[in-house]
């Protein structure tokens, strides 16, 4: 049987907001639950993997996760920002804490550098939506090189800025302002591409 | 300790706050700064829009994962008693349609043709009465189905119904449209237990024909209204819902002839 078979039959909340949804769970309404877990729980647990290398921790921070909006999702405000974005920050918060750990760090730095070395992937693939990949792409390979390799070893590097500073072999304030800016000049690309979701 | 950082210094840490790669004095600086700056904040759910579109969906979430959180969620709400119940009454014989009211005519084919089929389950939303809804009251100006049923209760030429149980302890209001469309706000039906619904059913005399599962805590259902029916009845039924009800009636409320 699969998740979507378990979580019930379709329903209104399917065509329903992600803000009318969490209205919806605010109610302890676990169906309205379910189709938030449908929307987003692809996105979240690949960003735990991602950040985590490990499958089992990963699963517990989407676990996390989605109790956490289930005991408190007053805490999600849609005047500030999208749900995806609210679960992937909780999702990315979570996780590092996690890899942050001196035990965790060093499996992790194992496997991230064995999985580099067999996949070689970077930022450029890790774009979510086939609707707005290209668009995200554009954005990204618009970036200065210095901004993106910020970018991709903080955020999917989990790595803190001092460490993205050390790795890089840049000075911090430089690395700061370079992550800033880069995030900035990514969603202006992102705004006049017309992608929801920025504003 | 670190001397205390101005607002420009803050400014510079937006960035790597919302990637979460800062950590520290200067987290618990930029953390403390956040609730009284709203340029700020909102700098902040910028980056964190942005980087959300880095991550990759990637496959969905494993096998086994969303039964574990269904188990871990607390289901302390599920506690109550349901009012005593009243029994189904006997209804009289459909009247002639031309003696009806004007919306009945018009939904009488679907209505009946969708007696037959599957029940659907409606639109529902739950008006639990809850702490935590306090916080979320900004959102419900985006339910659409209480907006609906707050256009249609302004609507000239609505009737309005009210269903009560035999106590009065429950009760819920329906308006019903000149063309057949009604809403149903079921604002003091108590949570059910996992596995059980509410049921919406169109009085039709000797039958009831239902109108829609409405889930464990309902708020607002959409349904259609057929000219056969003398009244709405609501009864509590097994997930899904049931085509035939053996249930005793919890809540009945009769229709304008």
Known sequence: MSNSERMGPVNELTLASDASLVVAIARYRQDALAETYRRHAGAVYALARRLLCDHTLAE??????????????EKFDPERGSLRSYLLAQCH????????SEQSRRDRELKEHRQQA???????????????????????????????????????????????????????????????????RMRLALVDAGVGGVT | MRAELRHADLEELLGVYALDAVDGEERLAVEQHLPTCARCRAEVEEHREVAALLAHTGAPAPEGLWDRIIEALDDDHGDFSLPPVLPFPTMAPPQPVSTRHRWRTRANAVLLAAAAAVIVVLGVQVEQQDDRLDDMSNLLAL???????????????????????????????????????????????????EGRTYQLWGDAGDQRVSLGSLGRSPEVA?????????????????????IVSQQPVLAYGPLPQ
């Open chain 1, 93 to 100: 918060g979570r996780s590092v804490d996690l890899i942050r």
């Open chain 1, 60 to 73: 517990e921070v989407v676990q996390e996760v989605f109790l956490r909006i289930w005991g408190a999702p």
């Open chain 2, 143 to 193: 339910d659409a189905l209480e907006q609906a049923y707050q256009t249609a209760e302004s609507r000239p030429g609505s009737d309005v119904v009210q269903l009560t149980s035999f106590d009065g302890q429950i009760d819920a209001q329906a308006v019903i449209t000149h063309d057949g469309t009604g809403y149903l706000r079921a604002s003091s039906l108590p949570r059910l237990p």
């Open chain 2, 222 to 242: 959409s349904f259609g209204v057929s000219d056969q029916f003398e009244g709405l009845a609501i009864t509590e039924e097994a997930e899904p819902g049931v």
């Open chain 1, 118 to 184: 067999e996949a070689g992937y970077d930022i450029e693939h890790e774009v979510w939506d086939l609707a707005v990949a290209d668009h995200v792409r554009d954005a990204i390979s618009e970036l200065p090189t210095e901004e993106r390799r910020a970018i991709e070893l903080a955020y999917l590097g989990g790595h803190t800025y001092r460490e993205v500073a050390t790795l890089l072999g840049q000075p911090e304030g430089t690395v700061k302002s370079r992550i800033r800016a880069g995030l900035r």
